[in-house]
C-alpha cells in the first residue's frame, strides 16, 4: 500500500448504498461518515463482500438508518438499539449499523455506555486503534475524503496496532480492547506499538471485568488466524493467557533433571496448532490442537534413569476439555465431544505406527474414531514436532503406511459408522431375554469379534457367533 490509497477513497464507497447515505443525510442537514473496520479493510485490500458497515452520523444515526432503510425499500426492517443511540439493518448483502457521534462511551468501572453527543474527532478519539479511527465522509462537500487525525494509514503502512490515545485509557474505555489488539495483531501480521504493549502488560488484569462470550470470540479470531501462534504468543507475553486461559499457560516450561529435560509443551502446542492450520480451515480442529497436550502439566512425573513422563496425559486431558469449554461459554455439545474425542486418541495413531500396523488395531482405531478419522490423523501428524529430520521423515513415512492399511480395512470391514449388524433388541427377541447386562454383553462380544477379526462384518456370521457365544452362557435361541 501507498500514498495512492489518499486518492483511491472512492473505491471504498462506489457502492450505491453510500450515495444514498449522503443524500439523505444532506437532506436532513446531518454529517454522516463511514468509519471503522470497513475503512481499514478496504485500505487493506482484504476481501469484505459482507463486511459490516458502519455509519457514524453527526446527528441522530436512529433517524438517518430509517431514512435511508425507506429509501431503499419499504420491506426493510430497521432494528434500533434506543440505549445505544444505534439502528441497524441488512441491505445489498451488507449489515449496516449507523451510531450517533458519542464523547465517552463507558464509565470506568463497566462496559455500560454513557451517552453524549460529539462530533466526529470526538468518536475517532474514543475508538481502539489508529487503524480503526479512520473515517471517509459522505458528505456532499468532502465526499471521499479520508479523515484520519492518528496517522492510521502509516500504521496501516507499517503493519502497527497502536491506540489513538494514551494507551491506559484507551483500555480502561474497554478492557476486551487489549484483547482485540492481539487479535488484529494475529490476524493481519501486524505488531503491537511497545506503548500499546507495555500498557497492555499493565492493565492485563482488568480483563476479568469482561464477560467470558465476548473473551471467546476473540480467542476464536485467533485460532482462525493464518499463524495463531502469534496471537498466542503475545497472549503469553501480555500475561493475559494466565487469567484467561490458566490451562495453556501452565504448559509454558521446561524441567530439568539428571541431564534429562522434556520439550517445552507450550512451545510444542504452538507449533501444532500452526501445523493444523495450515491444512485446515476448522474452528474445532485448531481447538483440539490447542487442547491435546493439556494435561501434560498435571500428569507429569520424574522417573529415575528413564526421564520425564507425561502418563494418561490424553485420558486426563480429554476430561479437562468440557470444564475448559463451559468456562468459555464454548458449545456444549458436538463440537465440545469433538475435540474431547480428538485429544482422548490423538496418541493412538502414532503408536499405531510404531508398533507393527495389525487389522485389529487399525479396525479398533476406525471404530473409535469413526466419521473424525481424517481430522485425528491430521492432529497426530501435525504433533510430529521433533528437531530431528530424520525421526521426522520415518514418523511420516510410517504414517502413510497406517493411511494405507486404514483405507484398506475401511474398505474391507467398512468400519467408520459401525453397528454390529445384530442389535440389542433382536438378541432381547431371540433368546427371549429381558433388557438387562445380559443383552449388552452379547451385544458387546460381536463388536469384539469383528474389531478383532474374528468374524467378518457379516449378518450370518455375526448369528452363529451370537448362538456359540449365548450357548456358553446357557442361553438357547427361543423357538419363536
Ligand atoms: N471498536 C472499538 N472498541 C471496541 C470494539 C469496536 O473502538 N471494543 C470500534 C472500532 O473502531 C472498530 C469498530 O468499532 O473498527 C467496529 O467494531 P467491530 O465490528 O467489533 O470490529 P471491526 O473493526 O469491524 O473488525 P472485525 O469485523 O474483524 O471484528
Not at 489518499?6 to 450505491?16: G, Q, T
Not at 446531518?30 to 459482507?50: F, H, Q, S, T
Not at 465440545?336 to 487389522?359: E, F, G, N
Not at 449388552?440 to 455375526?462: Q, R, T, V
Request: a positive charge; charged letters at 30%; hydrophobic letters at 35%.
Amino acid at each position: 500500500m501507498n500514498k495512492l490509497s489518499y486518492l483511491n477513497m472512492n473505491r471504498c464507497i462506489s457502492d450505491n448504498i453510500f450515495t444514498l447515505i449522503s443524500d439523505f443525510a444532506q437532506k436532513s442537514g446531518v454529517e454522516a461518515y463511514v468509519i471503522g473496520g470497513y475503512v481499514r479493510d478496504c485500505l487493506l485490500g482484504r476481501k469484505n463482500d459482507k463486511k459490516d458497515i458502519d455509519i457514524l452520523v453527526r446527528g441522530s444515526g436512529i433517524d438517518l438508518a430509517k431514512k435511508v432503510a425507506a429509501g431503499i425499500s419499504s420491506k426493510i426492517k430497521v432494528t434500533v438499539y434506543k440505549n445505544f443511540g444505534t439502528a441497524m439493518f441488512r441491505a445489498g448483502g451488507h449489515i449496516i449499523e449507523f451510531v450517533g457521534a458519542r464523547k465517552e462511551s463507558y464509565s470506568s468501572d463497566s462496559r455500560k455506555p454513557l451517552v453524549e453527543d460529539g462530533n466526529l474527532e470526538d468518536d475517532q478519539n474514543r475508538r481502539d486503534f489508529t487503524i480503526n479511527a479512520m473515517a471517509i465522509s459522505l458528505n456532499k462537500e468532502s465526499y471521499g475524503q479520508l479523515i484520519d487525525p492518528f496517522k492510521g494509514i502509516e500504521d496501516l503502512e507499517k503493519k502497527i496496532i497502536r491506540t489513538p490515545l494514551e494507551p491506559g485509557r484507551t483500555f480502561s474505555d474497554d478492557p476486551l480492547r487489549m484483547l482485540r489488539a492481539i487479535r488484529f495483531a494475529s490476524q493481519l501480521g501486524f505488531s503491537i506499538h511497545p506503548d500499546t504493549f507495555e500498557s497492555i502488560k499493565e492493565n492485563a488484569g482488568r480483563i476479568s471485568i469482561v464477560s467470558y462470550e465476548r473473551i471467546t470470540t476473540e480467542l476464536n479470531k485467533i485460532l482462525m488466524s493464518p499463524e495463531p501462534s502469534r496471537g498466542f504468543s503475545l497472549l503469553y507475553d501480555s500475561k493475559l493467557l494466565e487469567i484467561i486461559l490458566p490451562e495453556v499457560y501452565m504448559l509454558k516450561g521446561v524441567d530439568k533433571k539428571e541431564k534429562h529435560g522434556h520439550k517445552d509443551n507450550f512451545d510444542h502446542t504452538m507449533q501444532v496448532v500452526d501445523n493444523v492450520s495450515q491444512k485446515s480451515d476448522s474452528l474445532w480442529l485448531r481447538w483440539a490442537a490447542l487442547l491435546h497436550d493439556i494435561a501434560k502439566p498435571v500428569t507429569k512425573k520424574y522417573i529415575e534413569g528413564t526421564g520425564w513422563t507425561f502418563h494418561g496425559h490424553e485420558f486426563i486431558g480429554s476430561k479437562m476439555v468440557p470444564g475448559i469449554f463451559k468456562r468459555l461459554k464454548l458449545p456444549m455439545g458436538d463440537s465440545m465431544k469433538y475435540v474431547k474425542k480428538l485429544v482422548a486418541l490423538h496418541l493412538r495413531p502414532i503408536i499405531l505406527s510404531q508398533d507393527s500396523v495389525t487389522d485389529s488395531a487399525v479396525r479398533r482405531l476406525l471404530f473409535d474414531a469413526g466419521d473424525d478419522i481424517d481430522d485425528l490423523m491430521m492432529l497426530c501428524e501435525a504433533d510430529i514436532t521433533s528437531k530431528n529430520e530424520k525421526k521426522i521423515r520415518q514418523h511420516l513415512s510410517n504414517f502413510r503406511l497406517v493411511r494405507q492399511k486404514l483405507r484398506e480395512i475401511e474398505q474391507k470391514d467398512h468400519i467408520r459408522n459401525f453397528q454390529p449388524p445384530i442389535d440389542g433388541n433382536e438378541i432381547i427377541k431371540m433368546f427371549d431375554l429381558k433388557p438387562g447386562r445380559e443383552v449388552g454383553d452379547l451385544k458387546d462380544s460381536i463388536k469384539e469379534a469383528i474389531l478383532d477379526g474374528i468374524i467378518p462384518n457379516e449378518y450370518e456370521a455375526a448369528k452363529d457367533f451370537l448362538i456359540k457365544k449365548a450357548a456358553e452362557m446357557g442361553l438357547r435361541p427361543s423357538s419363536g
